[in-house]
């Protein structure tokens, strides 16, 4: 009798312990990277960070999933209408409703798509060429663009979808203006229709999302997280050191350093894959004189020979042996691989010639060098910091003497839209899979709904109006032509100063089964566990 | 059994001089010379040659410092000319040869290719430079501070200790990242990375003067009971003439031991706000800064450019305290 009771009590502590285990490694998945979204405000930020927190909350019609494939969302079904190239119809999904209970309609994707063009939007460059979204019915809507837009679809993939009344019941019916220092009440709180509602949000500490109950996916993902619980950790070591001791189950960005001591630790693996972004430096030619460089009157940067020997100043497979250690792929185009667009050709990174980058210097008058203020994000992208400590290093070599100012992303980013930087990195990932993103946002002059990214002050009319004729050219063929023609001339004119393409590396446990997404974006509706 | 040994000021009445002054017992003998004699032939010195660990302490604080100050002689390379960096050479294990360039480091690199040796040098030097002068900061504001409130009293020594107790109860650090990033906003931002220093100084400065006002406004308090003090008033002297002619000499001596203890702790005080990346920029780093970088390669097993930085400041923060603390034995009364 008293052997079946002890027994008994073994049974019974063994089985709390085993649902205790299950209970807490199962569903909650403790997620961590080096920075924080930047709002909860789905058209306010066109960046990586806040759109991989949006997709957990917001739906777009259409997204990419795990693989980059387009895949349907809150639409089941889209196309050109045969009559009319210049619309799109998209059937919506029926029976979704966001967090707080009201029905998905016709009138909340119409809404979103006016709220994502309005001027304080960061996302109209992507609808610069629609002139207008209208009802069809209840659960269908057209799109009509201002010519023919075959590829339109692949700018919908971080458009997310609001609900109208409950945008305007809280006062939020524009955009929040992130550069001007607004906040808005949608910036601090959501109604999605995603996977995940928000449970609790301290910027910069930590973001808790439960599941969604009444999810409409449930049965279409494999929906094995109820709780994400979510950790921005700055410090590269201190984020290794959570994975490491199983603070948390999942790191986006395992330091380049760190990458042998996560895999040969058991429970721990690292999956790699190429990704979708291109780090480079952006200089203000534009402005007739720089206010942190030290020759007045006159701008270096404006100066074609200086920019050239920037670039040849730059020992690209320094940066990638040493600051990478291999992680990365040097490239001489701000274009990752996978855009339509790309040639090796484009890609293959220039001879490191010091002595040649001295000798332009010398012919543009530059001889002596000239100091200037280089401001680096130390929060956003691989080693961010490291690469530009290291340019430094390699621009004194050719006498600039050049004055470092690291800071977090979220001071960063408006000093390149407010245009108050003269001397940047910056990271871009492309959404779209075509260069006509990396033009709209990037080369085409800084106006009402285009350039807002373009620090660099330079306006090519020629190359302005291509990059319009872009996005109505339906014949592939001569549209891969004008791609070609501005790139040869974007080159030509040395615009930026490409790095190289990231490589993303994602930490987690080995029960997590999870692929890495080329934009560096999971949904986590897809993870599963073993 | 060997009789105990005599200290200087002890001798024997009548005892011959020692050799060396009979020798040099010339007329030209200079004034300077006997000082030095009487100087070395002090308790002081005398305590101090009876102290192994105050003798090791010594000197490796003398040693830094002369590292320090003559950083350009003796440093291989200068780490702050970006230009005479090699990227490649990143990441070199100490005295190993690098893979890609076949240089070799007795430190090794960090991970800019930056010489660790010639990097600690210099950065001994920015680390040293902020502790002595916000030191001397310190000690200037808490000695005038602490020598009014004594002296005048009445609702200005209030003031002046109520706000010393405020800034008590608050950690110093905490105090000195206030006054760091107060500072930091009023800077134009161009300026920064030049002002950086100074603005690192006035934080730990303003952060560290409580301990000197204290002890010399008690000292004052006694000192100006006595007669000395009073003869000198009731000659009609200022007091002005009073507090600085005569009472402040006689309350330094304390404030040479806070003020060593003090150097000790305004190191550390850098040390910490560098590696929480608001004091010296990684382009001019100190021990703090360099900390910070190595603490990213722990994991990695670069354990190099962690570890050198941290030996020197350890030495350097102990030894610093090992003496302090010996002066405050050797210069207590109460001890002896």
């Given amino acids: 009798m008293k052997n079946l009771v002890i027994r008994l009590g073994i049974g019974a502590v063994a089985l709390t312990l085993a649902a205790a285990a299950t209970a807490a490694s199962a569903e909650t998945l403790r997620w961590a990277r080096s920075g924080d979204s930047l709002t909860l405000d789905p058209h306010a930020q066109n960046e990586g960070p806040t759109h991989t927190l949006a997709h957990q909350i917001y739906e777009p019609l259409l997204h990419r999933d795990m693989a980059g494939q387009i895949t349907p969302g809150l639409a089941t079904g889209w196309k050109a209408l045969a009559d009319n190239p210049n619309v799109w119809r998209f059937t919506l999904r029926k029976g979704v409703k966001f967090h707080d209970g009201a029905d998905f309609t016709a009138d909340d994707a119409v809404y979103s798509f006016n709220r994502a063009m309005m001027p304080t939007s960061a996302m109209k460059e992507l609808l610069t060429s629609v002139k207008e979204v209208r009802k069809v019915d209840d659960h269908t809507i057209d799109m009509e663009t201002n010519g023919p837009n075959p590829l339109l679809i692949n700018n919908l993939t971080n458009l997310f979808m609001m609900d109208a009344g409950w945008t ?37 500490q930590k ?35 959570a994975l490491l ?23 721990l693996k690292v999956v790699t894959a190429a990704q979708n972004r291109v780090i480079f430096f952006g200089m203000n030619s534009g402005k007739a004189d720089l206010e942190t460089d030290n020759v007045s009157g006159k701008n270096p940067f404006a100066d074609v020979r200086v920019r050239r020997a920037m670039n040849i100043a730059i020992n690209r497979d320094a940066i990638k042996k040493v600051v990478m250690r291999d992680q990365s792929s040097p490239t001489n185009v701000i274009m990752p691989p996978f855009v339509n667009g790309w040639t090796s050709e484009l890609d293959a990174i220039p001879a490191h010639d010091v002595a040649a980058a001295k000798a332009l210097m010398a012919e543009a008058g530059y001889g002596d060098g000239f100091s200037v203020t280089l401001n680096c994000p130390n929060d956003r992208y691989i080693n961010d910091e490291a690469i530009c400590q290291a340019a430094v290093g390699m621009l004194g070599q050719i006498g600039i003497k050049v004055n470092l100012d690291a800071k977090p992303k979220a001071q960063h980013f408006p000093m390149i839209t407010n245009k108050t930087t003269e001397f940047y990195m910056l990271g871009w990932g492309v959404p779209t899979f075509d260069s ?33 004729a872009l996005e109505s050219e339906t014949d592939l063929d001569r549209r891969n032509a004008i791609i070609g023609e501005i790139w040869a001339q974007v080159q030509e004119d040395q615009l930026y100063l490409p790095i190289h393409n990231q490589v993303l590396n994602w930490g987690m446990k080995d029960g997590i089964n999870f692929d890495v997404q080329p934009e560096d974006q999971p949904h986590f509706k897809y993870l599963t566990m073993n | ?119 600690i040098i210099y950065g001994l030097r920015v680390s040293l430079f902020v502790g002595v002068m916000s030191v001397l900061l310190a000690m200037g504001l808490g000695v005038s501070l602490g020598l009014i409130a004594g002296y005048v009293g009445g609702w200005l020594d209030n003031l002046i200790m109520r706000i010393a107790d405020i800034q008590l109860t608050f950690p110093s650090i905490l105090i000195a990242m206030l006054i760091f990033g107060v500072l930091r906003g009023i ?102 800064t360099l900390i910070r970088i190595g603490q990213d390669f722990l994991f990695s097993g670069e354990w190099w450019i962690l570890t050198f930085p941290a030996i020197t400041l350890l030495a350097l923060a102990l030894s610093v305290n090992l003496l302090g603390d010996w002066l405050k034995d050797t210069l207590n009364p109460r001890l002896k």
């Fill in chain 1, 207 to 241: 973001t808790v999302l439960k599941a969604n109950p009444n999810y409409w996916g449930k049965g279409t993902f494999p929906l094995a997280v109820s709780e994400i619980i979510y950790t921005p950790i700055q410090s590269a070591a201190t984020r290794v050191a």
């Fill in chain 1, 436 to 468: 006509h993103y990396i033009f709209n946002f990037l080369v085409h002059a800084t106006t009402e709904n285009r350039g807002s990214w373009n620090n660099t002050g330079y306006d090519n009319a020629d190359v302005n109006a291509k990059v319009v």
């Fill in chain 2, 1 to 119: 059994m060997t009789s105990p040994p005599v200290r200087p000021s002890e001798k024997p009445a009548g005892a011959p001089e020692s050799a060396p002054t009979s020798v040099s017992a010339s007329i030209s003998a200079s004034i300077s010379a006997s000082r030095l004699q009487r100087a070395l032939a002090s308790d002081f010195v005398y305590d101090f040659t009876r102290a192994p660990i105050a003798i090791i302490a010594g000197l490796v604080v003398l040693f830094l410092f002369l590292v320090a100050i003559l950083a350009p002689l003796v440093a291989p390379t200068n780490p702050f000319d970006p230009a005479s960096l090699n990227l490649m050479n990143g990441f070199t294990p100490p005295m190993q040869a690098n893979m890609f360039t076949g240089e070799s480091f007795v430190m090794g690199t960090d991970d800019q290719g930056r010489d660790l040796l010639s990097a």
């Fill in chain 1, 168 to 204: 305007e019941a809280n006062g939020a019916s524009a955009p929040q203006d992130v550069a001007a220092g607004e906040t808005t009440f949608a910036a601090q709180n959501t109604n999605g229709t995603g996977a995940f509602m928000l449970e609790s949000r301290v910027p910069d």
């Fill in chain 1, 245 to 267: 001791s199983g603070e948390v189950d999942f790191i986006q960005d395992v330091p380049v350093q760190d990458l042998g001591r996560v895999g040969s630790q058991s429970g």
């Fill in chain 2, 187 to 288: 800077i134009p931002p161009d300026l920064r990375d030049e002002m950086a220093i100074f603005v690192l100084i006035t934080a730990i400065g303003l952060s560290e003067w409580v301990p000197f006002a204290r002890t010399v406004r008690a000292t004052t308090l006694v000192e100006k009971e006595k007669e000395y003090v009073q003869a000198a008033r009731l000659i009609g002297l200022g007091r002005h003439q009073i507090m600085w002619r005569h009472i402040l000499p006689n309350v330094l001596g304390p404030v040479l031991v806070i003020a060593t203890i003090t150097l000790a702790l305004a190191i550390i005080a850098e040390a910490t706000l560098s590696f929480l990346g608001v004091g010296a920029p990684a382009t001019e780093p100190s021990l703090g």
